[in-house]
């Protein structure tokens, strides 16, 4: 947009803790079929990356403007600080986790040219839930009966009972600047904003079209999943909202309006306990009485409905009454308390020194957890640690390591006893998280493909997925691990719960900077390869309703391999002195069939750390492991000729073969020349894997399990710092300098 250049829209995003929803807020407007528009992203300050993001934006786009704050402000004044900022001739306000639907702006634009230019223009929304829901506007039909032409709000009332948001408006720049408009500080900002908007506005228009959704966090991410005393910020804003209504005459018939709706407002905030703990419900309730005492109109009697006998409570002091019926509209909601009892007397005490791990479902000693059980070892000996495994895979477990079989008396007692839970999956849903005990997530990859609530929108790789199920049983996690800021935003919005990010690395890649050449050829050695061969390792991922599916107990097995190249031509492509690794998914139990002396099926040795290591290129394809493999700074190419068939199956959230790790090959016979040429070292396969590098191997530095043994185990705060990537030292491979 060229300098001085007036856009039809200004629309303000403010920024704070907002980084797992920003990415598709912004996309839902840049994506919009009108364009004359201008997006100002305020950063509050966020140190969640935020601005990081607006600023990836606003290069990447002229019509992005990025704002960075020095304080966080808050939510009122970040606006207004944007607002300041605007050029455009409607300013829009829109949170940084909701979204614009299709269509939208042109939607407005024509309407407001259609009511020649009103001071403001409504439009309607939905509500999204975490799982997939959409609940529309309780008193959406408004905008068909009573939404024609141009009014004011006294000739239509009705739209003073919405929700006093201002994301469901669009306002007349010169309209808000006339009047001197602004936001206020603290929470329930809006309220202030959009009465003396409303009220003073003398053409509204409404537009009949849902534009916004409007984003229900599961836990966490806005107001209504804070507690604390900032919730009496309520009181000073309906103040506020008095004030101005009794500084003008002409609005003396508002006064009860108001009065009612903030009382209504007060109750509701009053009635939830994730905003008021019931321990300061007795103190807001006298806050609330003195509130109403301020601005009760004369001669105000409250009408005989339930809701207008909880005003009169308010008005009275009675909290005595409200507390009763509170307390009795709750046991009746209590279910099988002698039940509950019995579990508890039932239970042992909790081993401050106990810590129960595990991998893959119970079938592995490896990944995360076995680097984090080792560096345990070292740096917090008095923790003992016991892995849980499955009966089929005791065998998995070496020597000296100590192990409960799953299902077993012993495993019931480790689960009751043990204080920290890790591992790289779920634990099963029979498990019951006990007050005290600490659940470490770490995952087990970069996540490429749909994750979470996300794989809601692909059921054959969701097949039987039971979203209320996932959900419990990542409320037990305390803790979940992430190697960039990428998966941080993924893992905060599929999983929505609460839980601190751990941005750490992975433990499990920590072998990948620390291991020395001599090392790395000893593990070579194991395989039967010396420095003269050029070792491929072929990790592919299976294939979802082909190779397996995904179950809320895990992926089960479909008998398929994975495996989309002839393994004898990979081998004879590589040269004579090449030769190949082959490791197929770890849920699969069918392994490939091995024809070439040349190829070795590595896809039951117990550390996938090992073949890395021991590999010179990695051919893959949506596999995480290339996003691991990158930590070594060595060649990779990606075999991609499924790539539309495996997005319908799975889905992704990015394509990989726009932002590569290395040269992307779209069927096998270009894979072979690329590897028969040489063409996977050269420089354009470099350059792909540098950006890549930047990105994904951001926090993997080799002091990751250090990180994670200090936070969780010891309860240090003050952890290693991470080593920038151009100060890391990856293992080296004895092929590259033989």
């Not at 998995?396 to 409960?404: D, H, N």
């Not at 070795?600 to 290591?613: F, G, I, N, Q, T």
């Not at 799975?650 to 063409?679: H, K, M, N, W």
Request: proline share 5%.
């Amino acid at each position: 947009m060229a300098l001085g250049t007036v856009p039809k829209f200004s629309i303000v995003v403010p920024c704070h803790a907002s980084r797992a929803w920003l990415r598709p807020c912004l996309d839902s407007v840049l994506g919009q079929s009108f364009t004359d528009f201008e997006i100002i992203g305020v950063d509050d300050a966020d140190r969640d990356g935020s601005g990081r993001i607006l600023a990836e934006y606003a290069a990447a786009d002229p019509r992005v403007r990025a704002l960075h704050l020095d304080e966080n402000v808050g939510l009122g004044l970040a606006r207004n600080a944007g607002l300041k900022e605007c050029r455009g001739e409607y300013v829009l306000f829109l949170d940084a986790d909701d979204l614009y639907l299709p269509g939208s702006l042109e939607a407005i634009a024509g309407r407001i040219d259609d009511t020649n230019r009103p001071d403001i223009m409504l439009f309607d929304y939905e509500r999204i839930f975490w799982d997939g829901r959409v609940v529309g506007n309780r008193r959406h039909d408004a905008f068909a009966r009573e939404g024609a032409g141009v009014f004011t709000a006294a000739e239509r009332p009705i739209f003073l009972t919405f929700l006093e948001v201002v994301w469901n408006k669009a306002c007349r720049r010169d309209f808000l600047s006339r009047h001197g408009f602004a936001f206020t500080d603290g929470f329930y900002e809006d309220a202030p904003w959009t009465y003396s908007t409303m009220l003073t506005a003398e053409r509204i228009a409404t537009l009949d079209r849902v534009v916004v959704h409007y984003r229900q966090h599961r836990t966490g991410g806005n107001i209504h999943a804070t507690g604390g005393r900032r919730q009496w910020d309520i009181f000073r804003q309906y103040d506020r909202v008095h004030a101005f209504i009794q500084s003008d005459p002409e609005l003396a018939g508002w006064r009860r309006f108001a009065f009612d709706r903030s009382l209504d407002h007060v109750l509701a905030v009053l009635a939830k306990p994730e905003r008021i703990d019931p321990d300061d419900r007795a103190d807001f309730f006298h806050a609330a009485h003195a509130f109403a005492k301020r601005w009760k109109p004369d001669g105000y009697t409250s009408d005989r409905t339930g809701r207008g006998f909880k005003r009169w409570l308010l008005i009275h002091d009675d909290y005595a009454t409200y507390s009763t019926l509170k307390l009795s509209a709750k046991v009746l909601q209590v279910s099988s308390p002698r039940k509950t009892v019995g579990k508890l007397l039932h239970r042992a005490k909790l081993d401050p020194n106990l810590a129960a791990y595990t991998a893959y479902w119970f079938k592995q000693y490896a990944c995360n957890p076995r680097a984090i059980y080792e560096k345990a070892a070292e740096l917090a000996p008095h923790l003992r640690g016991v892995w849980v495994v499955d009966s089929d895979h005791v065998g998995a477990v070496p020597e000296g390591v100590e192990y409960v079989v799953a299902g077993s008396p012993a495993y019931g007692k480790l689960l009751d006893r043990a204080t920290y839970f890790i591992s790289n999956m779920n634990w099963p849903k029979e498990l019951e998280k006990r007050d005290g005990q600490i659940h470490l997530q770490t995952q087990h990859g970069t996540p490429l493909k749909t994750m979470g609530t996300d794989l809601r929108h692909f059921p054959q790789a969701a097949k039987d997925l039971d979203l209320d199920e996932l959900m419990r049983q990542v409320d037990r996690w305390d803790f979940n691990l992430s190697s960039n800021r990428y998966s941080s935003e993924i893992w905060e919005r599929t999983y929505p719960a609460y839980f601190e990010e751990l941005e750490y690395g992975y433990p499990r890649n920590d072998r990948l900077l620390t291991t020395s050449v001599d090392e790395v050829r000893a593990i070579r050695a194991s395989f039967g390869f010396d420095d003269s061969h050029l070792v491929v390792l072929y990790a592919p991922t299976f294939r979802d309703g082909i190779d397996s599916i995904r179950t809320p107990t895990g992926v089960v097995d479909l008998g398929g391999t994975g495996v989309h190249l002839d393994l004898d031509r990979l081998a004879g492509a590589v040269g004579e002195h090449g030769r190949v690794l082959v490791r197929t998914h770890y849920s699969l139990s069918t392994t490939p069939e091995v024809h070439s002396g040349k190829v070795v099926d590595a896809s039951r040795h117990p550390r996938v750390e090992d073949l890395m290591l021991a590999a010179d290129v990695l051919v893959s394809d949506y596999s995480s492991i290339t996003f691991d493999y990158a930590n070594l700074d060595r060649p990779v190419v990606l075999l991609a000729e499924d790539q539309r068939f495996y997005d319908r199956r799975r889905g992704t959230y990015f394509d990989i073969t726009e932002f590569p790790p290395g040269l992307v090959a779209r069927s096998p016979e270009e894979l072979l020349t690329i590897l028969q040429t040489g063409a996977f070292a050269a420089a354009e396969a470099s350059k792909h894997r540098q950006l890549f590098r930047e990105k994904f191997c951001e926090y993997d530095d080799g002091r990751a399990a250090e990180r994670v043994v200090r936070r969780v185990f010891l309860g240090e705060t003050d952890v290693p710092a991470i080593v920038p990537l151009n100060d890391r030292s990856p293992a080296a491979s004895p092929h590259v300098h033989a």
